[in-house]
């Protein structure tokens, strides 16, 4: 995201005739700014646990990006903005030279963060003159697009780690006001969307930009599965803790029971008892009362699977969602992304429930919340990494980690697809990850 996520790994540039160039690299650019604007210089510089990084470090990485990878590469007379940042700023790229260390990064109070966002102006107008010079270049053009998802990717985790910094502090500060209704209407019911038996195919297909790790595109055999229409909300997973769900082994993989008691885990990440019976739950925009029909988040995967043990179901797996997602035609651009403003998980309207020929209607598949699945994350049959540093991040992470699927309330617009892969292993918490319930074809 991501994320740790699938960084850098390419398919093909753009059409021809699409947003120029320079419009794209501005947009993507300016959004990322914009993200960073409401944080003061100490806001930031820290780094609130080792899997999260300070913004100013997010600024500086995806600058490194574009500097180290293109403009190294392609201008005439290449010269660094300042030699130490190679190193400093690097994130997993051992064909590019060393790193500082990860869990270390909140450590940087040097370069500050004036002069972070000088080096991002003096390399955005170098890629501006480089890209009005040499735009038609079709390597430069698959570059670029790939340098714009990274951002993209590191947006999301603007917004995840910044969140994680502000729980932190006792006083429970806002990010921005709470923009959207006060109070949400009831989620639409919980229904299930059959399907049959068959040979599917996954994977990325057709023109546009892909991740290396969603190809190649492969059959693959699925038994009969019912999907939930919509994922589970804050209060149905309240539900599982009332009903004493984290305190019995029965719901839990082993190594998550272990996790779970070696944490002293009693509810999600964000949720804080009121003190009156009920929940608050901890938000970019402060602390707010748990709103019951929104989509539960910030879960691992260890409680997602708990859940729907206790739900007397089982997560999907990714075939089985990117399935759904292809059957039900689901467009990827219509789900609740970062673009709203609203950085966090809205209802599913109960006015779209109405049942086609086909059974009722998927809601929420892309946005929202990334979707956790039974998947392990590992190659596709006949998957290679691009060769080079730029496809380094995703072979050499396919170990360890589950595979989550849509897309999120924190995810740019235009950014997720169906045969997107996002993974992270099994304790992680912070992202904005929820659940949708799968079973077996009763």
């Known amino acids: 995201m991501r994320m740790p996520a699938h960084d850098l790994s390419l398919n ?43 913004v100013k470090w997010h600024l500086a990485h995806t600058t490194w990006f574009f500097e180290t990878f293109i403009l190294e590469r392609f201008e005439p007379q290449f010269a660094p903005f300042d030699a130490d940042f190679r190193v400093l700023f690097n994130s997993y790229y051992q064909g590019v030279g060393r790193q500082h260390p990860r869990p270390q990064r909140g450590l940087l109070t040097r370069p500050g963060l004036a002069t972070v966002r000088q080096w991002r102006g003096q390399v955005d107008a170098r890629m501006r003159r480089l890209l009005e010079l040499r735009g038609d270049d079709p390597e430069l053009a698959t570059l670029l697009t790939l340098g714009l998802q990274h951002e993209q990717q590191h947006q999301e985790l603007i917004a995840t780690d910044v969140k994680h910094l502000l729980s932190c502090h006792p006083a429970c500060p806002a990010y921005q006001d ?3 209704p006060a109070h949400d209407a009831a989620a ?3 229904r299930w969307r ?18 290396d790790n969603e190809l190649p595109r ?3 055999w699925l038994q009969p599965y019912d999907l939930a229409t919509r994922p589970v909300t804050n209060a149905e997973y309240r539900a599982f803790i ?25 509810q999600p990440l964000y949720w804080r008892a009121d003190g009156a019976g009920g929940w608050q739950e901890f938000t970019l925009a402060g602390a707010q009362p748990l709103a019951d029909a929104r989509p539960v988040v910030h879960l691992s995967y260890f409680e997602a699977d708990a859940y729907a043990r206790w739900a007397d179901a089982r997560l999907p797996t990714e075939a089985e969602w990117e399935h759904a997602a292809q059957e039900c035609g689901a467009a990827a651009g219509q789900g609740h992304f970062a673009d709203s403003g609203v950085l966090h998980p809205l209802p599913a309207a109960s ?3 109405s049942a086609g020929s086909d059974g009722p209607a998927l809601q929420q598949l892309f946005g929202d919340v990334w979707e956790w699945t039974s ?10 990494p691009a060769a080079g540093a730029v496809g380094e991040y995703n072979g050499k992470f396919m170990v360890n980690q589950y595979v989550l699927r849509g897309g999120s309330c924190a995810t740019p617009a235009g950014h997720a697809r169906a045969s997107y892969r996002n993974f992270f292993p099994t304790a992680a918490r912070w992202q904005f990850s929820g659940l949708r319930l799968a079973r077996d074809a009763r």
């Open 178 to 180: 709470a923009p959207g």
């Open 375 to 384: 998947s392990s994350y590992a190659p596709y049959p006949g998957f290679r």
């Open 194 to 211: 059959h399907f049959d038996a068959g040979l599917a195919h996954i994977g990325h297909e057709g023109p546009g930009f892909c991740f």
């Open 188 to 190: 639409a019911p919980l």
């Open 218 to 220: 492969h059959p693959v």
């Open 242 to 266: 009332d009903a004493g769900g984290y305190r019995d082994p029965v719901w839990w993989l082993a190594e998550g029971w272990d996790w779970r008691r070696a944490q002293q885990l009693e």
């Open 351 to 353: 006015q779209q429930t």
């Open 12 to 54: 093909a540039p753009p059409a021809p005739g699409a947003v120029p160039a320079t419009e794209r690299y501005a947009a993507v650019r300016a959004a990322t700014e914009r993200l960073a604007r409401p944080l003061s210089p100490e806001d930031c510089g820290a780094q609130s646990m080792p899997d999260a990084s300070p």
